[in-house]
């Protein structure tokens, strides 16, 4: 199934906007998932090193179920889901359409 997002496009004729439902083709949602799989591998490794410093600099003992549930504590907050990055090229598509 297409990924698809809503966007508002105003018009002269009405104060309403009219809303246009832009889909991504294939390639497109794959590119997008790619490109988000990366970002969340770099997220990720971030988090590990910060996590890492955190403790480092707090004095606690060091252990990887500590380390990795900083890291993954500080991912949550970081990390951009492949949502985003669909909704992003939808309106990247939206936008190079009304020009």
Do not use: G
């Not at 179920?65 to 970081?78: E, G, M, P």
């Amino acid at each position: 199934m297409a990924f698809s997002k809503t966007f508002p496009k105003s018009s002269d004729k009405s104060v309403y906007p009219k809303w246009e439902e832009i889909y991504l083709t294939d390639d497109e949602e794959k590119n997008a998932e790619i490109e988000c799989r990366k970002r969340n591998i770099q997220v990720m490794r971030e988090c590990l090193d910060d996590a890492r410093t955190l403790i480092q600099e707090k004095k606690l003992l060091e252990t990887q179920v500590l380390i990795t549930d900083i890291a993954k504590s500080l991912f949550d907050k970081r990390a951009s889901h492949e949502i985003f990055f669909k909704e992003n090229k939808a309106k990247t598509k939206f936008d190079s359409m009304k020009k």
